[in-house]
C-alpha cells in the first residue's frame, strides 16, 4: 500500500507547487500593473515631476525615477529656452511697423502682431454679445476680419501654390495704400507682411509731378533759344569764334530739350495710371517698321541694320510703347555698338518665340561693339545710369532711354535684360507675351 500512496503525494505536492506559483504570478502582476501605473502617472506629468508620486514607487524602480527625474529637468530647460525664444520673437514682430498674420492651411487666423491688431480696432461689442465684432480673432477665417481681395487672393496663392506671392492693396483702409507679401511656411499654412507705402507712393508721385512740371517749363525757352541760334547761325558773316561758340549753345540746347522729353516721357511711363492700349499684332511686322523709322539715323551714322531671325508670332502690347523700346534700343547700338578700328556700327535686330517662363516671343538688338563690363550690366536700366558718362556725353544720352524701356515692357507683362562680352559686342532682350487669341489678317 505504501509503494501505491507514494506517488499520489508527489502529484499532490506538485500540483499545489504549481498552484502556488500561478497564485504569486498572479499577485506579482498586480502589483506590478500598480506601480507601473505610478510610474505612467509620472511619464504623463512630465515635463513638470511629482515629488510626491516618486516617492509612492517601490525602490525596485529607483532608477527609473531618477532617470525620470534628469529627464524631466532637461525638459523643462528646452521649454523654457523655447518659451524665451517666442517670446523674444513675439516682441520682435510686436515691434513691426508691418501687420504680420500667420494663418493655417484652412485659412484661419493663427497669431497676428499688435499692428495687425490695431489695423482692425474691436468695435463695440453689440447688444447681448460677449466677444466684440471686427477685431482680428485668432482661430477664426481670415475673410472674417479682411475683406480686401488682394491681400486674400496673395495668402490664397501661398497656401494653395506654396509660393511667395507679392501685390499691392489699396482697399484695405481707406486713403492707405498697402504692399502686401505672402509666404508659405515649412509645416503649413502661410505668413503674410502688410507694409504701409502710402508715403513712399506720396513721394514718388511727388517726384514725377515735379519733373513733368520743371520739363514742361523747360520746353518752350529751350524751343526758343535753340530757334535764335539756328537763325544766327545762318548769317554769313559771323566771326569763326562766334560761330563755335553758336555750335556749342545749339548742341548743349539740343541735348537739354532732349533730356526734357525723356523726362517727361519717364514720368509718363513710371505713373500708376499709364495708358495702353494692348493689341495683337505681329512681332515682324513691329521688327520693320522699326527699321524702317531707324533708316534715317542708319545712313546719318553710316551704320548697318539688318533683319535676323523673325517670327510672325503675335504678341499682346501696345505698339506705339513696343515701338519707342526698339527705337531706344537700336539708336543706343548704333550710338554705342561701334567696334574697335571702324567707325561703322552694325546692328542686327531679330525675334523668335520662346516657351519658359511662359508662352512669349524674345526681340533682340545686338552690336558689335566694345561690350560692357559684368559689374554695369545689373544697372544699365537705371535712370541716368552710364557706363562711359563722357562718351554718353559726346554723343548726346540722356541716361534715361534704357530706364524708359524697362518700365515700358515690364507694364506690358514682360522682362527686359542685357548680356554682353567684353570686345564682342553687347545683345539687348526682351520679351512680350504672346496673344491668347491671336487676329487674322483679315479681320
Known amino acids: 500500500m505504501a509503494t501505491i500512496a507514494l506517488p499520489q503525494n508527489r502529484a499532490v505536492a506538485w500540483g499545489g507547487a504549481i498552484a502556488l506559483t500561478i497564485l504569486c504570478a498572479i499577485l506579482f502582476r498586480v502589483r506590478l500593473n500598480i506601480e507601473t501605473k505610478k510610474l505612467d502617472w509620472l511619464v504623463q506629468r512630465l515635463p513638470l515631476f511629482d515629488e510626491a508620486s516618486a516617492q509612492q514607487v517601490p525602490a525596485e524602480f529607483d532608477d527609473t525615477v531618477a532617470t525620470l527625474r534628469e529627464v524631466s529637468e532637461r525638459l523643462g530647460r528646452t521649454l523654457n529656452a523655447a518659451d524665451d525664444?517666442?517670446?523674444?520673437?513675439?516682441?520682435?514682430?510686436?515691434?513691426?511697423?508691418?501687420?504680420?498674420?500667420?494663418?493655417?492651411?484652412?485659412?484661419?487666423?493663427?497669431?497676428?502682431?499688435?499692428?495687425?491688431?490695431?489695423?482692425?480696432?474691436?468695435?463695440?461689442?453689440a447688444a447681448g454679445v460677449a466677444t466684440p465684432r471686427g477685431a482680428v480673432r485668432v482661430g477664426h477665417a481670415l475673410v472674417?476680419?479682411?475683406?480686401?481681395?488682394?491681400?486674400?487672393?496673395?495668402?490664397?496663392?501661398?497656401?494653395?501654390?506654396?509660393?511667395?506671392?507679392?501685390?499691392?492693396s489699396t482697399s484695405l483702409l481707406p486713403g492707405r495704400i498697402y504692399e502686401v507679401n505672402a509666404s508659405p511656411m515649412p509645416g503649413g499654412g502661410a505668413v503674410a507682411v502688410l507694409h504701409d507705402i502710402t508715403r513712399i507712393e506720396e513721394v514718388e508721385r511727388t517726384q514725377r509731378d515735379f519733373v513733368a512740371n520743371v520739363s514742361h517749363e523747360l520746353r518752350t525757352p529751350l524751343t526758343?533759344?535753340?530757334?535764335?541760334?539756328?537763325?544766327?547761325?545762318?548769317?554769313?558773316?559771323?566771326?569763326?569764334?562766334?560761330?563755335?561758340?553758336?555750335?556749342?549753345?545749339?548742341?548743349?540746347?539740343?541735348?537739354m530739350n532732349r533730356l526734357t522729353e525723356d523726362?517727361?516721357?519717364?514720368?509718363?511711363?513710371?505713373?500708376?495710371?499709364?495708358?495702353?492700349?494692348?493689341?495683337?499684332?505681329?512681332?515682324?511686322?513691329?521688327?520693320?517698321?522699326?527699321?524702317?523709322?531707324?533708316?534715317?539715323?542708319?545712313?546719318?551714322?553710316?551704320?548697318?541694320?539688318?533683319?535676323?531671325?523673325?517670327?510672325?508670332?503675335?504678341?499682346?502690347?501696345?505698339?506705339?510703347?513696343v515701338m519707342q523700346v526698339l527705337s531706344n534700343l537700336i539708336e543706343n547700338a548704333i550710338k554705342y555698338g561701334q567696334p574697335?578700328?571702324?567707325?561703322?556700327?552694325?546692328?542686327?535686330?531679330?525675334?523668335?518665340?520662346?516657351?519658359?517662363?511662359?508662352?512669349?516671343?524674345?526681340?533682340?538688338?545686338?552690336?558689335?561693339?566694345?561690350?560692357?563690363?559684368?559689374?554695369?550690366?545689373?544697372?544699365?536700366?537705371?535712370?541716368?545710369?552710364?557706363?562711359?558718362?563722357?562718351?554718353?556725353?559726346?554723343?548726346?544720352?540722356?541716361?534715361?532711354?534704357?530706364?524708359?524701356?524697362?518700365?515700358?515692357?515690364?507694364?506690358?507683362?514682360?522682362?527686359?535684360?542685357?548680356e554682353s562680352e567684353l570686345g564682342a559686342g553687347s545683345t539687348f532682350l526682351f520679351t512680350l507675351p504672346t496673344a491668347l487669341y491671336p487676329v487674322s489678317e483679315t479681320e
Open 263 to 321: 523726362l517727361l516721357v519717364m514720368a509718363r511711363v513710371e505713373a500708376p495710371a499709364l495708358e495702353l492700349n494692348p493689341a495683337p499684332v505681329r512681332a515682324d511686322t513691329m521688327i520693320r517698321d522699326a527699321v524702317k523709322a531707324m533708316s534715317g539715323l542708319v545712313q546719318e551714322n553710316e551704320a548697318t541694320l539688318e533683319l535676323g531671325e523673325t517670327t510672325g508670332c503675335q504678341v499682346f502690347a501696345d505698339v506705339d510703347a
Open 85 to 125: 525664444e517666442r517670446k523674444q520673437l513675439e516682441a520682435v514682430l510686436d515691434s513691426m511697423q508691418d501687420a504680420v498674420v500667420a494663418v493655417d492651411e484652412a485659412g484661419r487666423i493663427q497669431w497676428t502682431n499688435e499692428r495687425m491688431q490695431r489695423l482692425f480696432p474691436r468695435s463695440p461689442a
Open 340 to 418: 574697335r578700328g571702324d567707325g561703322r556700327s552694325r546692328v542686327i535686330i531679330s525675334a523668335r518665340e520662346v516657351s519658359q517662363p511662359y508662352a512669349a516671343v524674345e526681340f533682340s538688338v545686338r552690336d558689335f561693339g566694345m561690350g560692357i563690363g559684368s559689374e554695369h550690366l545689373s544697372r544699365i536700366f537705371e535712370r541716368f545710369y552710364r557706363v562711359d558718362k563722357t562718351r554718353s556725353q559726346d554723343s548726346g544720352g540722356t541716361g534715361l532711354g534704357l530706364a524708359i524701356a524697362r518700365h515700358v515692357v515690364q507694364s506690358q507683362g514682360g522682362t527686359i535684360w542685357a
Open 144 to 168: 472674417q476680419t479682411v475683406r480686401d481681395p488682394d491681400v486674400l487672393e496673395c495668402v490664397r496663392v501661398a497656401l494653395e501654390e506654396r509660393t511667395v506671392n507679392e501685390r499691392k
Open 224 to 255: 526758343s533759344i535753340t530757334g535764335y541760334v539756328e537763325t544766327l547761325l545762318d548769317h554769313e558773316s559771323m566771326s569763326a569764334q562766334a560761330r563755335e561758340f553758336l555750335s556749342t549753345i545749339l548742341k548743349n540746347a539740343t541735348r
